[in-house]
């Protein structure tokens, strides 16, 4: 079965500098691998997604995910953090076959 | 907008209530999905349909009650809750039950007193 882990609760980061939240995965296939952001009061949010290809995914509001398969990690990252970046980011897994499963959440804070 | 549109977006019900909770999605897909978010805990997956058939139901108690109608509709009827089944619960969509992207609503936010 899979499962994916994101070992922090909390990222604050000051605005403009660059920010990563960080996210592993464990899957008996090939990996697909997501990136969802939920913003207060809202659902969740498609930002990205790795399927096959390049390992580093470009995705909304100029986030980037790289895989890495020997690290078994998919962080996301973004090279100037803004105010508004601040939200609840979902990292998740799927392997083909199976449901799509979900870390249970980090939340970023970006100051001014 | 996601395409995927749940109403209400509030409900407040008392345990001996009957409620629904609606989604409608408008993007052709043919997979669609309950999911419960409580505070502190993992995005839990409740009910999937593909193709309008359940193709999986994660042990939820018999008092969640889902129906797809047709693959555009999906409701989940509420029956006798507890106050700890108070929580968002986000209905999603997806082209198919594979590998593909799934799409969320806006969530409906369920208290039960």
């Known amino acids: 079965a899979q499962s994916v882990a994101q070992p922090e609760d909390q990222v604050n980061v000051a605005e403009g500098n660059p920010l990563t939240v960080k996210c592993t995965y464990s899957?008996?296939?090939?990996?697909?691998l997501f990136w969802y952001v939920q913003y207060p009061n809202r659902g969740l949010q498609f930002l990205l997604k790795y399927i096959t290809g390049d390992n580093l995914v470009k995705g909304s509001y100029g986030f980037e995910a790289e895989f890495n398969k020997s690290q078994t990690s998919f962080h996301l990252k973004k090279p100037s953090a803004l105010v508004s970046d601040s939200a609840l980011y979902f990292c998740a897994v799927r392997d083909g076959n199976n449901d799509m499963r979900f870390g249970a959440g980090t939340r970023l804070t970006v100051k001014p | 907008e996601t395409g995927v549109t749940q109403t209400p977006r509030h409900l407040v019900m008392g345990m001996t209530n009957k409620k629904s909770l609606k989604c409608e999605q408008h993007?052709?897909?043919?997979?669609m999905y309950w999911y419960k978010q409580s505070a502190k805990k993992p995005l839990e997956l409740m009910f999937v349909?593909?193709?309008?058939?359940?193709?999986e139901n994660n042990s939820v108690p018999s008092r969640f009650s889902p129906e797809c109608p047709n693959s555009s509709h999906l409701f989940l009827h509420l029956h006798t809750l507890q106050p700890e089944d108070s929580a968002l619960y986000l209905c999603a969509s997806s082209q198919d039950a594979g590998a593909n992207t799934i799409y969320f609503g806006e969530g409906s936010w369920l208290t039960v007193v």
């Open positions: 349909y593909s193709l309008e058939e359940r193709v």
């Open positions: 993007l052709g897909h043919n997979a």
């Open positions: 899957v008996s296939g090939n990996p697909y």
